[in-house]
């Protein structure tokens, strides 16, 4: 168990190691001087130039550069980004907002989807399973984008039920519909899980045993249906922790939460490099280990898998 | 009889819709009666709907099964199928199931002992501590070792006997006055079969309950049962006292059941004698090939007797240890030696996990083996590369277990079978298929099925087409992986004789896997017994029968079931 753990965490490396590589070589490619930037419309005087390019390591080669920046992780000090704002500090401010939001839409997605699609399969091909299944066809078809200019008129605009847009000073309750905004494409992947499974669970060999064996219907489902059909949802709720975060940018972007997803995008405008990158790699990090705790939480569910 | 019956069924009638709404019928005016205390065991082969039968009593048919007419009484009062209330008060409590497939039909995720519990607290026999210690009494009466420990582990840690114990006593639990046992026994390996079924006929004298027995195996049917009743095509064709209709069948599908099930007809002597005379000509046939092909190419060289000759043979897993860097060796295949003489046929017997498949697989040159040759008409087929390796698998084919999973779904019959031909560069199209019309008829199958895809065969036919194809190439040797266990006992009859007459015709070798040895005396005429990877005896198949030296080999003739019965010849 220890050993499988040791094994997932030492694959991270290769994994981080690649990733910050490709994001770096894009955002290096990318046109335009960010230095250049700086000076708005003042002409550039060269020496100071030369000056910040050199502070910043931009004189220096592609590859040295980013060897630079795995320095920088390694000694928990990522510096500072152009304007001179520490990234770390950046990082935490945006990370809070953003892990609140994404927990909000998994808690949506999971208990809708899990109660909403364990009903439509226990009737399979009733009138409440074919409107879920035209429900999350729609769902699933119309763009996050318009999802979420719709509910921000409808529900923010015109109903006054939700705050229009967060901003910097963020509370839970202004977050809901954003969470709900972020969630619902998830929300339909997980009734239409639940419900598949589900359906195969009932016909299974050991449901009808237990049936054989006197239980009530409610104790058959509780005990011998849902449990075995919460284990392929659980996967997929696990390991889409870290999609909701790397999601939020579009949601964060139209409800003006300042988290992540603002933060990256802000930074890859202006080529803020090490901002960009730095915000990838916690993403990786997150990405791996809700797949590890999604894997752990697997022998857990199912007494069959045990990690050597 | 003047009690009442415990279960009476009275021109039941089951029926499935099918996807245009109309009702498919699959019992038509079933009637049986089963009194308090006794064994009643409904013989048929698999679609004849004893299974359907046997749910409809209980309420559980699979999606769309109905009832559609008739009555069913337990103890004189009507069980209606809309009555939830009254049937799941007689569910578990007054009638107990011990369903067929002992591998799925426990819940993964549950502790063996839980599940157990859960129906005692159900049936409201006992509840928390008192029932888990009841739960552990169940299990030793179930005739399971460490029952305390064994509760506590989950059904995956179990082996197949094991599972099917548990659920013989979650069967029992709340003390039902009726068992239906669903095939308990036919997914395990005979010698653990004749245990379970011992341990339940011990059970039922002593706690005297009643047992509806369904089965395909009639030897097994008559060995365990007072009363048979045989079903054919939903209709109950026979019933009456085990022995008479063993000895005087009246109806022409119980005549040929008798006739033809293997446990029973493995007894009969004719069958002997008719698998020597195939034998006899099957060798004349081999040698007169041999020596033509000697006559044609002379550079053929000398052509041994034995076809297929296996020295020391060993195979050995490394499975994973406690430790990621430790290994622990597993020998599947331990120092086994064999010859198949031309034209005869060799049978490898043993119970799952004896090493006869990974036997097979090394044979075929499909898995290099750790030590030890294995010599195909006197060369050493791990010394052949490239086109020779080729020419190899031309003159060796095999025939599979599973006649479902072995064919292709998204090819049709021809291309199936033309597939070896293509692969050989064998003739051209026109050749091929008249190659294929005259396999086709070899194996008895009209050629009209070419066209079709194998979901559209049944299950014999299917294997048929897989001896069809394994036939395409002109084999040698033909090498059958457990291949007529997945059939019906008449299907398998017919499967047999065909491979009996293939023999004589062809002059083919057989090497012959199987579990089960009542079908070896049909086909065989060596035997190789197989026990843990070793080989413990090995002799002629009257050797094997009349006079075996091991005591393992002695218990696995015991296991046939129907052994004991004695037949009208």
């Known amino acids: 168990m220890w050993w499988y753990i ?303 | 009889m003047s009690e009442t019956p415990l279960l009476e069924l009275r021109d039941l009638h089951v029926g499935f819709r099918n996807e245009k709404k109309k009702m498919i019928p699959a019992v038509a005016g079933a009637s049986l009666t089963v009194y308090p205390g006794q064994t009643v065991a409904i013989v048929g082969e698999s679609g004849s709907g004893k299974s359907t039968t046997a749910h409809a009593i209980i309420d559980l048919l699979p999606g769309t099964g109905k009832v559609t007419g008739g009555e069913i009484l337990f103890e004189g009062k009507p069980i209606k199928s809309g009555d939830r209330k009254s049937i799941l008060a007689l569910r578990g409590s007054s009638i107990g199931l011990v369903p067929q497939d002992p591998m799925s039909n426990l819940n993964p995720l549950w502790r063996v002992g839980s599940q157990i519990k859960e129906a005692l607290v159900a049936n409201g026999v006992a509840k928390g501590k008192a029932a888990d210690q009841r739960v552990v009494e169940l299990l030793e009466e179930a005739g399971l070792p460490d029952a305390e420990r064994r509760a506590r582990q989950y059904p995956h840690e179990f082996s197949g006997g094991m599972r099917q114990r548990a659920l013989i006593a979650m069967g029992l639990a709340a003390r039902p006055k009726l068992l239906i046992a669903d095939e308990p026994t036919s997914a395990l390996d005979v010698t653990v079969q004749k245990q379970i079924l011992d341990h339940l006929d011990k059970l039922t004298d002593q706690l005297g309950f009643a047992v509806l027995l369904i089965t395909h195996d009639l030897g097994l049917a008559a060995e365990r049962a007072d009363h048979l009743v045989v079903m054919y095509h939903g209709q109950i064709v026979e019933s009456g006292p085990a022995r008479e209709i063993l000895r005087d069948p009246a109806h022409p599908y119980t005549k040929r059941l008798v006739s033809k099930a293997p446990s029973l007809a493995s007894q009969r002597l004719s069958s002997a004698k008719a698998r020597a005379e195939v034998r006899e000509q099957a060798m004349q046939t081999a040698g007169e090939i041999v020596s033509e092909l000697q006559d044609a190419d002379e550079h053929f060289g000398e052509v041994p007797n034995d076809v297929i000759v296996a020295e020391n043979l060993t195979k050995i897993f490394k499975l994973r240890g406690a430790k990621p860097w430790q290994s622990v060796d597993f020998v599947a295949v331990d120092d086994v030696s064999f010859r198949l003489r031309r034209g005869t046929t060799t049978a490898v017997v043993g119970e799952s996990g004896s090493g006869k498949s990974t036997l097979a697989r090394m044979v075929l040159d499909l898995l290099p083996p750790t030590s030890g040759t294995v010599k195909f008409d006197g060369v050493d087929i791990r010394s052949l590369k490239g086109k020779e390796q080729l020419q190899l698998r031309r003159q060796m084919q095999p025939v599979f277990q599973n006649p479902y999973a072995s064919l292709d779904p998204l090819y049709t019959i021809y291309e199936s079978i033309a597939e070896p031909l293509r692969t050989h560069d064998i003739g051209d199209g026109k050749q091929r298929e008249a190659r294929i019309r005259e396999l086709l008829e070899k194996v008895s199958l009209p050629t009209s099925v070419m066209k079709r895809f194998p979901a559209e065969l049944s299950g014999g036919q299917r294997q048929r087409v897989a001896i069809a194809r394994a036939l395409a190439l002109e084999p040698e040797v033909v090498i059958c992986d457990e291949a007529v266990s997945a059939l019906d006992v008449l299907v398998q009859a017919q499967i047999l004789e065909l491979l009996n007459d293939l023999q004589a015709e062809l002059g083919l070798s057989y090497l012959f896997i199987t579990h089960d040895l009542a079908v070896v005396r049909q086909i065989a005429d060596d035997v190789l017994v197989m026990q843990n990877g070793k080989v413990v005896e090995a002799a002629s198949v009257s050797k094997v029968f009349d006079d075996p030296q091991e005591a393992y080999t002695r218990k696995l003739l015991d296991a046939i079931p129907g052994a004991g019965i004695e037949m009208a010849v």
């Open chain 1, 6 to 308: 040791g094994k997932r965490l030492l694959q991270t490396i290769p994994v981080i190691l690649g990733a910050t590589f490709i994001i770096w070589a894009l955002v290096f490619l990318r046109p335009g001087d960010p230095i250049l930037g700086l000076f708005g419309d003042k002409p550039a005087s060269p020496a100071v130039k030369a000056a910040i390019e050199h502070q910043y390591h931009l004189d220096e080669n592609f590859f040295v550069q980013w060897l630079y920046f795995l320095k920088g992780i390694f000694t928990f000090d990522l510096g500072d980004d152009f304007r001179g704002q520490a990234i770390s500090t950046q990082l935490q401010n945006a990370f809070p907002v953003t892990v609140t939001l994404a927990l909000m839409a998994l808690v949506f997605e999971a208990i809708f989807g899990v109660v909403l699609g364990t009903i439509a399969g226990l009737r399979r091909n009733g009138w409440f399973d074919s409107t879920m299944l035209v429900a999350t066809l729609i769902m699933l078809a119309i763009p996050i984008f318009v999802i979420g200019f719709v509910f921000q008129l409808f529900f923010g605009v015109k109903l006054g039920w939700a705050a229009v847009t967060v901003g910097g000073d963020w509370t839970v309750s202004k977050l809901i519909l954003p969470a709900v905004v972020l969630g619902i494409v998830d929300l339909a992947y997980t009734l239409r899980l639940t419900r598949t499974s589900v359906a195969e669970n009932l016909s299974a060999d050991h449901v009808r045993t237990a049936r054989a064996k006197g239980l009530s219907p409610g104790l058959v489902v509780r005990n011998h249906v849902l449990r075995n059909s919460l284990i392929p949802v659980t996967t997929h709720l696990g390991v889409n922790v870290g999609g909701l975060m790397a999601g939020a940018v579009i949601t964060e972007g139209i409800f003006n939460v300042p988290g992540v997803g603002n933060l990256a995008f802000r930074s890859i405008q202006q080529g803020q490099s090490t901002t960009v990158v730095s915000v990838v790699t916690v993403m990786v990090l997150v990405y791996v280990l809700m797949s590890l705790l999604v894997d752990l939480l697997y022998a857990v569910l199912d007494p069959r898998i045990r990690y050597a």
